[in-house]
């Protein structure tokens, strides 16, 4: 009998094709431990806005907001890396986590929330406002499974490679609290 590898399905809050956050957060799914698979969801750009009118609705779904729930459904933990625009969460980000607010795909859900900024703070007030948000949504996030990354692009090379030893610990760590908790 074949037993199923765990999933972690990476999240990056930005669209940019060679966004600081998509290159960490590919970096990070090469550090999981051996049986732990890392899948990246690319697609944010595909879901149309929001409409509530739209939720639930099998007949008006849109093929990328079915692929979203299905691939967030199957995952055992996610993990969100995002950058902080005008002080806030990517709306491109926001919109995708509206999706999933009432169909309950993150309920339960191991999740760690990572913030990398060119910034001094790290991106730190849109890291505690997506940590509000799936808290809201009943995400379950460990202790330890939340780090703001501050001057992230001379943290993270245009190779995508993390040098720096104190963030190499930090994420790290996260991973293994992430992995303990599913």
């Keep these: 009998m074949n037993q199923r590898l765990p999933v972690v399905l990476g999240i990056s809050g930005s669209l940019r094709k060679q966004s600081t956050n998509t290159r960490l957060l590919s970096f990070i799914g090469g550090m999981m431990p051996e049986g732990v698979v890392f899948h990246m969801h690319d697609?944010?750009?595909?879901?149309?806005?929001?409409?509530?009118?739209?939720?639930?609705?099998?007949?008006?779904?849109?093929?990328?907001v079915h692929i979203w729930r299905a691939q967030l459904k199957a995952a055992d933990a996610i993990m969100i890396c995002t950058p902080e625009y005008?002080?806030?969460v990517p709306g491109s980000?926001?919109?995708?986590?509206?999706?999933?607010?009432?169909?309950?795909?993150?309920?339960?859900?191991?999740?760690?929330v990572i913030s990398a900024s060119p910034h001094p703070d790290g991106g730190a007030i849109a890291l505690h406002s997506?940590?509000?948000?799936?808290t809201?949504?009943?995400a379950v996030i460990p202790d330890?499974?939340?780090?703001?990354?501050?001057f992230a692009s001379k943290i993270v090379g245009a190779d995508g490679l993390v040098t720096d030893a104190g963030t190499l610990s930090s994420l790290k760590n996260l991973i293994q609290v992430l992995t303990r908790a599913f």
């Design 43 to 64: 697609d944010l750009a595909a879901l149309p806005h929001f409409n509530p009118d739209f939720d639930h609705d099998p007949a008006q779904e849109d093929e990328a």
């Design 130 to 134: 997506l940590t509000l948000t799936l």
């Design 93 to 112: 980000l926001k919109n995708a986590l509206d999706w999933v607010v009432s169909s309950g795909e993150f309920v339960g859900k191991p999740t760690a």
């Design 136 to 138: 809201m949504m009943s």
């Design 144 to 150: 330890e499974a939340t780090v703001s990354i501050p």
């Design 86 to 88: 005008a002080r806030g």
